[in-house]
């Protein structure tokens, strides 16, 4: 069955403390795996879609990086303003119109 | 740029009444997607479509039904409504040709 683990369930850091939020999926067939950020009341934003291990893509001081078991969301010098929920998502072979498999999240609260 | 728009944003149901909760988005994408998604509990895959014409059952489909009459469009139906189906909805789509999954900004049902 495939299956999505994120850890930890909330992060609380200091502004400039940088961190790491683990995904780790079993899958078959893995098309992609995805990070969106979800603030309170909104919808999921995307962020980043990883294709194979090795890959790594950055977005101001958000890093993600895959493995074949497992992505990193590395958070460098965060800020009050990265405080949300982080989804791991992954996009498996054909099934369900290619639907994403998500985790419970992340939620990251970030203090000044 | 609407992207993908839901309405209405908030609702209460009583037991037994039924619904339409609407999407649309104005991508021209073909795939559209109908999660729902309960406190720390990760996003569920209600129904699915992969175009005009053609929708299929998710991981959760018990209690909805949907219809995909054009592109734009892609409505989830509650019949009867359940406390059970307290929850945020959300609708999202993609391209033919991508991977990337774009979401709403989320339909909060509450069945009383």
């Known amino acids: 069955e495939d299956q999505v683990t994120q850890s930890p369930e909330a992060l609380r850091l200091q502004e400039g403390e940088s961190s790491s939020l683990n995904c780790s999926y079993t899958v078959s067939g893995l098309r992609g795996l995805f990070w969106y950020r979800q603030d309170p009341g909104k919808g999921p934003e995307f962020l980043f879609t990883?294709?194979?291990a090795g890959e790594e893509k950055e977005k101001e001081r958000l890093k993600a990086t895959l493995t074949k078991k497992e992505s990193f969301l590395h958070i460098t010098a965060p800020k009050p303003e990265d405080s949300a929920t982080y989804l791991c998502?992954?996009?498996?072979?054909?099934?369900?119109?290619?639907?994403?498999?998500f985790g419970k999240g992340t939620t990251l609260s970030v203090s000044s | 740029n609407a992207g993908v728009t839901q309405t209405p944003k908030f609702r209460i149901l009583k037991i037994g009444q039924s619904m339409t909760l609407q999407c649309t988005q104005d991508m021209n994408h073909n795939y559209m997607y109908w999660y729902r998604q309960d406190p720390g509990m990760g996003l569920k895959l209600i129904y699915y479509?992969?175009?005009?014409?053609?929708?299929d059952k998710g991981e959760v489909p018990n209690g909805y039904n949907v219809s995909r009459s054009t592109t734009e469009d892609f409505p989830l139906r509650l019949e009867l409504a359940a406390p059970s189906q307290t929850s945020v909805y959300f609708c999202?789509?993609?391209?033919?040709?991508?991977?990337?999954?774009?979401f709403g900004e989320g339909s909060w049902l509450t069945v009383v």
């Open positions: 998502a992954v996009q498996a072979g054909v099934k369900a119109g290619t639907a994403l498999i």
């Open positions: 999202a789509s993609r391209a033919s040709s991508g991977n990337t999954i774009y």
């Open positions: 479509s992969v175009g005009a014409g053609i929708t």
């Open positions: 990883l294709y194979s």
